[in-house]
């Protein structure tokens, strides 16, 4: 062998046992290889925690597949790296620091994150599934951080991304008549994630048996959502509706479940001015992903489509006849939800709610026939400014009263649990606002979720130490698949209105539901026929 040859090969060696090396020592952060039903997968231990990051759960929605509910994803045999997240659904920013603008079509992801520490012996730990929320318009599975709810739960959480705006919630004639199920493939999608649960749970310690669906926001609407469609029933026992009740709301109020007629309406005007004077599915699918994020804001919709199938029948209708899942549920809100909205457009605006901007948000809200009655029952004199006589009003309107509402009708059928979270020093990872946000929507997050602070340019919060301990009472009774044996003093819901926990410093209390329905105006809502 000559001296030239000798030193290549010596170069091949060293380089190869470099390799190694640097492969040895990353893979001393890895976690064993886990076998999927799609494939074999390896992910990271992070900590406490060991996290299977960016598992594909249904084929990429491109090309023709756009428009259709989620295929089979194909299998694979080598090892999947599954130590980072997959891309966030296409989305624009339009709920500001709540979402991050970009993402793609090619989406359908979800993450699985198990405790470090052994389970007891022989047994399977419940599963968590987290469904985002964002008005079915922006957000992602990973910014969710369910450190402390996995490990103190002692559950497996399961978060998942999902298609969003009129990639995921778009009816359309050509492509329903194509598939009749094509208006709620975000929620479909959802479907497929449960779907995959079902599959794979205990291949990560976790039981198909014991799943609990949990959503905060539009999220909490789809676990609602969930809960009323006949094609999701099986695949849970528990669910938790956060801030969700809306569904329940009639057209046209905002927030509420939008009639497929109205939703091929707005589909019709979509495609027109998008160029697709045909009409046609060919069309729509020749649009570009930044095509359609730059022109669908006027023409999505924020809530299910009542499309005959996965939605058969309005919500609120399913819920009083017992057309519904029978599973345990637990229904709440935060006591200042709307404050958030608020203080939302302050953060876009640098500006505080004006008296004409309230009466401007409120019209929006209830329209022209609505507004003045509104108005009288909350009169901005009655408020030391603008942005809370409307915060009061939407709190109550979209969020408590529909609430109380569904826990009502649902408590006649099935076991309900219902709450309030009223920690009114939440941290906030909004800008400060004019306003006292108190215990506004979303604020409940990061005690379930560490630091959790929307998507993009939010402010990350921190809990002090009472509201720590509060976090681990609200952890505790979110990963019991019992709520009623959690271990707290939390009765069902029943008769007319029942009791209420309120997560509270110091601690949590039960309440009347009265005194709920009282303090947010109930009877005027429960009257005015807007659920």
């Not at 938790?240 to 707005?266: E, K, N, W, Y």
């Not at 901005?380 to 529909?402: G, H, L, R």
């Not at 602070?453 to 976090?471: E, H, R």
Request: charged content about 15%; aromatic content about 8%.
């Amino acid at each position: 062998m000559n001296s030239r040859h000798a030193l290549s090969m010596l170069a091949a060696l060293a380089a190869l046992t470099l390799g190694f090396q640097a492969r040895a020592g990353d893979a001393s952060t890895l976690t064993d290889t886990i076998v999927t039903q799609e494939g074999p997968v390896r992910g990271l231990n992070a900590g406490t925690l060991q996290s299977y990051l960016g598992i594909p759960y249904a084929a990429p929605p491109v090309g023709p597949l756009r428009w259709r509910r989620p295929q089979a994803v194909q299998s694979w045999s080598a090892v999947l790296d599954a130590t980072k997240a997959g891309a966030p659904c296409a989305q624009g920013d339009d709920l500001g620091p709540f979402a991050t603008a970009g993402g793609r079509e090619d989406c359908l992801t979800l993450n699985v994150h198990v405790p470090q520490r052994p389970a007891s012996p022989g047994r399977l730990r419940p599963v968590l599934v987290w469904i985002h929320g964002g008005s079915l318009l922006v957000g992602q599975g990973d910014h969710y951080d369910p450190t402390r709810l996995a490990n103190q739960g002692d559950v497996v959480v399961v978060t998942l991304n999902y298609r969003l705006g009129l990639f995921g919630f778009f009816a359309h004639a050509s492509l329903l008549a194509e598939d009749p199920l094509a208006a709620n493939l975000g929620q479909l999608d959802q479907l497929a994630a449960l779907d995959w649960v079902q599959r794979n749970a205990a291949a990560f310690g976790g039981d198909r048996q014991q799943v609990i669906i949990a959503g905060e926001s539009s999220g909490g609407g789809s676990v609602l959502a969930h809960v009323i469609s006949p094609l999701s029933a099986g695949r849970f026992q528990k669910a938790i509706v956060m801030s969700g009740a809306s569904l329940i709301l009639r057209h046209p109020t905002f927030g509420a479940a939008r009639p497929l007629d109205d939703a091929l309406q707005a589909g019709q005007r979509f495609a027109q001015a998008a160029g697709c004077v045909d009409q046609s599915a060919q069309c729509l699918r020749a649009l570009s992903t930044d095509q359609v994020l730059a022109l669908q804001t006027p023409y999505v919709t924020h809530q299910t489509i009542v499309d005959g199938r996965f939605m058969p029948q309005h919500p609120g209708v399913a819920l009083a006849s017992g057309h519904f899942n029978r599973v345990d549920l637990v229904v709440g809100t935060t006591r200042d939800e709307a404050r958030f909205f608020a203080g939302l457009g302050e953060h876009k605006t640098n500006q505080p709610m004006s008296a004409v901007q309230a009466h401007q948000a409120l019209a929006y809200l209830f329209g022209p026939h609505r507004i003045r009655a509104v108005e009288r029952v909350y009169p901005q004199s009655a408020y030391d400014t603008p942005a809370e006589a409307y915060a009061a009003a939407a709190t109550d309107y979209m969020f408590t009263c529909p609430a109380l509402k569904v826990s009502r009708l649902a408590s006649r059928w099935t076991r309900v649990h219902h709450y309030e979270f009223s920690d009114r020093t939440a941290p906030s990872y909004l800008k400060p606002a004019s306003i006292a946000l108190g215990a506004a929507h979303t604020l409940e997050l990061p005690y379930l979720f560490d630091g959790f602070k929307g998507g993009q340019g939010g402010l990350k919060p921190m809990l002090n130490s009472k509201q720590v301990a509060l976090s681990d009472t609200m952890i505790q009774a979110w990963s019991a698949v019992d709520t009623t044996r959690a271990a707290l003093d939390w009765p069902a819901f029943t008769g007319r209105m029942g009791e209420v926990l309120r997560f509270q410093l110091p601690l949590p209390v039960r309440v009347p539901a009265t005194r709920l329905h009282q303090a947010h105006q109930c009877a005027f809502w429960d009257q005015s026929g807007v659920y």
